[in-house]
Nanobody, 118 residues
């Protein structure tokens, strides 16, 4: 009922920058909060990276504050993540997340791999 299509990701050297984008589409539900989570290699849990409400309120993981910036285009139901000063520990599969509908249910993208390595 909600489709999330991610783009971006890839290989970048430490200290480099990378941008991710995620477009949400739904013929039935209004998109509410959008954001990004990540799952590092060998870890079972995903962790919040950043999220943004429809009104513009943001929330960041402490580990990315000052380096990553989340933004969104409500007209396009698209959320962006600009990642600067990347570190090897940022290596992970990044998943787009959106909450939608009156029940505010979570929906997930398929994930995109970000590798920070020299």
């Amino acid at each position: 009922q909600v489709q999330l299509v991610e783009s971006g990701g890839g290989l970048v050297q430490p200290g480099g920058s990378l941008g991710l984008s995620c477009a949400a589409s739904s013929s039935k539900f209004m998109i509410n909060d959008m954001g990004w989570h990540r799952q590092a290699p060998g870890k079972q849990q995903r962790e919040l990276v950043a999220s943004m409400s429809k009104g513009g309120s943001t929330n960041y993981a402490d580990s990315v504050k000052g380096r990553f910036t989340i933004s969104r285009d409500n007209d396009k139901n698209t959320v962006y993540l600009q990642m600067n000063g990347l570190r090897p520990e940022d290596t992970a599969v990044y998943y787009c997340n959106a909450h939608a509908g009156p029940a505010d249910l979570p929906y997930w993208g398929r994930g995109t791999l970000v590798t920070v390595s020299s």
